[in-house]
């Protein structure tokens, strides 16, 4: 064909925070298909946390990026053209195919997609990776019981805010923890949290979440890690469980992160706290998938997408991430659908 693919491709290591400078736009040719494959075209692409530690030459539970080649991360496309009796012309499929405008994939690496089900875009989000985060992270892990008190940092996040949601149907309290009033009221107003807290504007962070909580924690959801996850461990209840998602706090820290140890405080409360992977779980996504289609289709989950539209503006809506602009998933559209069946 002779449209070209736009990629964008890992520049160099970031040392600390991510610029501009960081992601180097180049075209290349798209390859004629051979037997088995299928030429999609880019409708959206995620933009996560994680791909910040994947951009460190260092040994993690993922391969690191390589310098001069795509970003990788989930997409959602619309075949185009196919030479496999899998897929055809029209169909919208997932993959890892990353931050490019056009990709010829082989059968394995993508796929189908209902779009009668939910808007697509939900499959990176709520229906996707992420909602699977929230689901196994809180149940498997958090294990919280009816009645009990479950906090969680990032609260208005992608995976914060289901994990919330979550925690409500399975008759937990929960508070969340955010950094604007904006997402404050969201939290309250429209996914029913019991109580917030603005890290932002507390003057003291740990008194503020014990008034939040007056019965302590019992579940600690975390998402942040450094002061703000410091406070909330101050309140921990004896047998608390601690899912441990994310340190988005540290991922652009150019020295270790040094804080309160944890060893006395997890002792004293025979508590417990485990990192985690939502890959960890894969041969459960069936199963996580199905009830969170189910809950989302009777309206026990609601969710909210940022959208930032265009491909030059991946980047800058990456960034995004760690400025706190975001509430709910963040994607970037790249183009619209071009066959509507």
Known sequence: MKEKNRQIVLANRPKGM?????????????????????????????????????????????EPFQVGKVIEGGSIGEV???????????????????????????????????????PISTHLGI???????????????????????????GAAGAVGSVVGQIAKIKGARVV??????????????????DEAVN???AADLKEAIGQACPNGVDVYFDNVGGKVSDAVLANLNRYAR???????SAYNLESVDVGPRVQTTLIKKSALMQ????????????????????????????YRETIHDGFENIPSAFLDLFKGNNTGKLLVKVADRQYEK
């Open 275 to 302: 990192g985690f992977t939502v890959g960890d779980f894969s041969n459960q996504f069936q199963e996580g998938a199905m009830q969170l289609g189910k809950w989302l289709q009777e309206g026990n989950l609601k």
């Open 199 to 201: 890290y932002k504007t």
């Open 176 to 193: 969340g923890i955010a950094g604007s009033e904006d997402k404050i009221s969201f939290l309250k107003d429209q996914l029913q949290f």
């Open 242 to 248: 601690i899912p441990v998602c994310g340190a988005i």
């Open 18 to 62: 991510p610029d501009k400078e960081t992601f180097h736009f180049v075209e290349q040719d798209i390859k004629e298909l051979e037997e088995g494959e299928v030429l999609h075209r880019t409708l959206y692409v995620s933009v996560d946390p994680y791909m910040r530690g994947r951009m460190q030459d260092a040994e993690s539970y993922i």
């Open 80 to 118: 185009i053209e196919s030479k496999s009796e899998k897929f055809q012309q029209g169909d919208i499929v997932i993959g890892m195919f990353g931050w490019q405008t056009y990709y010829v994939a082989k059968e394995k690496e993508i796929r189908k997609i209902d779009p009668s089900l939910a």
């Open 127 to 153: 229906l996707g990776m992420t909602g699977l985060t929230a689901y196994f992270g809180l149940l498997d892990i958090g294990k919280p019981k009816e009645g009990e008190t479950v906090v969680v940092s």
